[in-house]
């Protein structure tokens, strides 16, 4: 479970500070499907920067599995990363002049995962994404969906606990948006992992089963799927 | 990340970049290319001096000089007094100068110290001609053979002792003398022919409109028995090729011909003297300060080599020091294409990091490519300076008479190895700011960059 505990975030020093979060606090449990969304410059990729302990909080506390994240050191806070979550960008983050199999391989080699296992798992991430025909061609040579895919496949490879996404269908057209939609929730699915999705979409929103909405900074409200709860925590 | 695979990744990022990686690695194959032939050129003329000492002079002895100025020493900045039992010769330059020589002496204060087995003299004696009947008239020189001297025949035999006018000829004498082969000029007969120092006498002569008459009649000529013929020698002092060579007594006895009634009569530049047990190197420095008490300038052997690779190796830094500019300049070459590639790569080292990836290891991801770029950089410019070193080796040896079985680039793989190693270091070094920065670089700023 992830919990957020008045999680604040600010920026500059003395007079010229930017709150990015302010005082934000929910629980996220295991295996659930949550979408914080919220305009431009809200504070969402802070807040999910925050939560993956890419970015510390100025103060309050992200506690992970009862374990406060800011109480690891940074090598260890990088080693949780490696083992238990995974990434997917807006923009792919591919790296063009290799083949989709090093793509994926990146995060295992990362995660120092033994080597002879790290092939099978790569290929069965991408299997997962219907990428596996593709394992050898350069990244370069896919289109803007398959390349989405390939990072997903990059962000499953290790079987993560906690799978972000910021804006995953952001830079595609709508069918192959819907197309990636599936394949994260039927990965939240099969795979057991937490999906956490940072989103302007309200379609993606909806069909998680939490929806956090974020408006300069703050917890705006908190929405239960199917209960449509309002519930305001600030 | 395991180091092995952070250099895996590192050279599959290189290749990923295969025109700036070696347009990089060109900048310090330059350098490297440099650097492997002056290393190579200064090996070969380190063992071609080596093997010359080796091959023609004994361990155990010294050459000992009255005159310090034998060794190429001395002060020729100022005026030397004139002495009239010195006689003048041409320093190497030109200039004429005056040496003290070894007399009998000299010869023997040094025979008398308990530390001396033997003393040589070094003897050698320009001839007028040698011929032999009905054949043509040549130059040469004779010289008193050194018994640490072994050089290969090609026909007949060194005698032991080599005396009774016995001589070994060269083999480049033996067909322009009329033998069909070495082996027929064995046994033969050889006139060699002196002019004897004539003191006023051959002044005068100098001076008549007859004087080439009057030389041929002053001419003495003694035969001599051709004992062997010597092989084109593989290593030997430059302009010695074409030496006789006769035992002591007999070239003494011409050297008196030609020295009677000169200062140089019963006078030597140099003598070699042989220490007992001089093999051992303390024994033999032991015997040099002995002669040295006496006032004499003693060399051993190790010190002429000494010397010769002591100005080799300050040619070799010269030329080694441009070469080194060349890597140095080329070193901000790795810089700037390695924080080029840290900007360009900024989304991917925040996509990294944000997989977990340590600060460390991408420092090192960076500094590894930096060593493969001078990896690449050695490899390459090291094995060009081979591959050409090894085309050119027999033209060049040619061209500059090292004779047959000497080459001038001498290739040490060792060295070359140390060579690319160092380049590495050095790639390394290079790498580091740019690697420091990649490191430091926050993930959260690299991953928001367009």
Redesign the interface.
């Known amino acids: 479970m992830i919990a957020l505990d008045k999680v604040s975030k600010n920026y500059g020093k003395n007079t010229s500070t930017f709150t990015a979060l302010d005082k934000v606090s929910f629980e996220v449990t295991d295996g659930a499907t949550v979408a914080i969304i919220g305009k431009s410059g809200s504070g969402k990729s802070t807040l999910m920067h925050v939560m993956s302990g890419l970015d510390s909080p100025s103060s309050g506390s992200v506690i992970i599995d009862g374990q406060p994240l800011q109480s690891l050191s940074q090598k260890k806070i990088d080693a949780f990363r490696a083992n238990d979550m995974g990434f997917i960008f807006q923009s792919f983050f591919i790296e063009p002049n290799q083949t989709c199999l090093q793509n994926v391989l990146l995060p295992l080699e990362i995660a120092k995962v033994a080597r002879g296992s790290r092939k099978p798992k790569a290929l069965e991430a991408l299997t997962a994404v219907g990428l596996d025909d593709k394992a050898d061609n350069l990244a370069v040579s896919l289109s803007g969906g398959q390349k989405q895919r390939l990072a997903i496949a990059r962000a499953i490879a290790n079987k993560p606990r906690i799978l972000f996404a910021d804006e995953p269908t952001g830079n595609l057209d709508s069918a192959t948006g819907e197309m990636i939609i599936k394949l994260l929730f039927s990965l939240n699915a099969d795979l057991g992992c937490t999906l956490i999705v940072v989103t302007h979409d309200k379609d993606l929103a909806l069909r998680c089963q939490k929806q956090i909405q974020i408006k300069d900074g703050k917890v705006q409200r908190i929405d239960q799927a199917n209960q449509r709860t309002k519930k305001v925590v600030r | 990340?395991?180091i092995s695979?952070i250099l895996r990744?590192s050279g599959?990022t290189l290749r990923?970049?295969k025109v700036r990686t070696l347009l990089t690695s060109l900048a310090i194959a330059v350098g490297t290319f440099s650097l492997t032939l002056t290393l190579a050129a200064s090996n070969g003329a380190q063992q071609f001096v080596d093997q010359i000492i080796t091959d023609n002079f004994d361990p155990a002895e010294l050459i000992v000089a009255s005159d310090d100025r034998v060794f190429g020493q001395g002060d020729t900045s100022t005026p030397r007094e004139y002495d009239p039992s010195f006689g003048t010769i041409a320093s190497p330059a030109g200039a004429a100068t005056q040496i003290a020589r070894l007399t009998g002496d000299d010869l023997e204060r040094i025979e008398e110290l308990d530390a001396v087995e033997q003393v040589r003299k070094n003897l050698t004696v320009n001839l007028q001609y040698i011929t032999r009947p009905d054949q043509p008239k040549f130059v040469a020189t004779i010289s008193a053979l050194n018994p640490y001297q072994s050089p290969e025949l090609r026909a007949g035999n060194i005698p032991e002792p080599l005396n009774n006018r016995r001589l070994l000829l060269p083999e480049a004498y033996v067909a322009s003398l009329g033998f069909s082969n070495p082996q027929d000029a064995v046994g033969e007969t050889l006139a060699l022919t002196v002019l004897p120092s004539g003191g006023k006498i051959q002044q005068e002569l100098a001076r008549s409109e007859s004087y080439q008459v009057a030389i041929e009649d002053r001419l003495v000529t003694q035969d001599f028995t051709i004992a062997g013929v010597l092989a084109p020698p593989l290593t030997s002092q430059p302009g010695t090729e074409l030496y006789l060579y006769a035992g002591t007594q007999d070239v003494s006895e011409l050297n008196e011909i030609t020295t009677r009634g000169t200062p140089n009569y019963q006078r030597y530049n140099a003598v070699f003297v042989r220490i007992a047990g001089g093999e051992n190197t303390e024994t033999l420095q032991a015997g040099q300060a002995d002669i040295r008490e006496l006032g004499y300038v003693a060399q051993s052997v190790q010190d002429t080599q000494d010397f010769l690779n002591q100005i080799i190796a300050v040619l070799q830094g010269i030329v080694a020091g441009f070469a080194f500019i060349a890597i140095i300049a080329s070193v901000f070459g790795i810089i700037n294409t390695m924080y080029i590639s840290v900007l360009q790569r900024t989304?991917?080292i925040?996509?990294?990091?944000?997989?977990?990836?340590?600060?460390k290891?991408i420092g090192r991801l960076f500094r590894f490519e930096a060593a493969w770029i001078g990896f690449l950089g050695g490899a390459i410019g090291s094995l060009l300076a081979v591959g050409l070193g090894l085309a050119i080796n027999p033209w060049l040896s040619e061209t500059i008479e090292l004779g047959e079985g000497n080459y001038l680039l001498l290739f040490d793989w060792v060295e070359i190895v140390g060579l690319i190693l160092a380049l590495v270091v050095i790639s390394i070094l290079a790498g580091w700011l740019p690697s420091r920065k990649a490191a430091k670089l926050d993930?959260?700023v690299a991953?928001r960059t367009e």
């Open positions: 990340m395991y695979d990744r599959r990923s970049a989304r991917e925040g996509l990294m990091k944000a997989l977990g990836m340590h600060s290891d993930p959260i991953l």
